[in-house]
């Protein structure tokens, strides 16, 4: 499966981002999709993961009430919708799925959040 991250950008402190993500190729509706960022000199890290209701939604505490992550299984998309952007923010967005026959990545997406 290929997967084909859009929706970065500039953008200041405060303010929202929607960050998009296309799967071409068979993504089941029990295939976990994620979304992972990595900061500069930072490893990446989960920031949203969605299983499509199976068992819920997982966010790090960093976006908490900040991020939410939305599929839709139908198109094959999953979503990360930002607000309250913060500078620590700032870093490349990777989406992900898990299917059983192993782990496929996106080529991620830069986020800028300036202060």
């Known amino acids: 499966v290929q997967l084909q991250a859009s929706g970065g950008g500039s953008v200041q402190a405060g303010g929202s981002l929607r960050l998009s993500c296309a799967a071409l190729g068979t993504v089941h509706a029990s295939d976990l999709m994620t979304w992972h960022r990595q900061a500069p000199g930072k490893q990446r890290e989960l920031v949203a993961a969605s299983d499509n209701g199976i068992t819920g939604t997982y966010y790090a505490d960093s976006v908490k009430g900040r991020f939410t992550i939305s599929r839709d299984s139908a198109k094959n998309t999953v979503s990360l919708h930002m607000n309250n952007l913060k500078p620590e923010d700032t870093a490349i967005y990777y989406c992900?799925?898990?299917?059983?026959?192993?782990?496929?990545w996106g080529q991620g997406t830069l986020v800028t959040v300036s202060s």
């Open positions: 992900h799925v898990r299917r059983v026959d192993g782990d496929y």
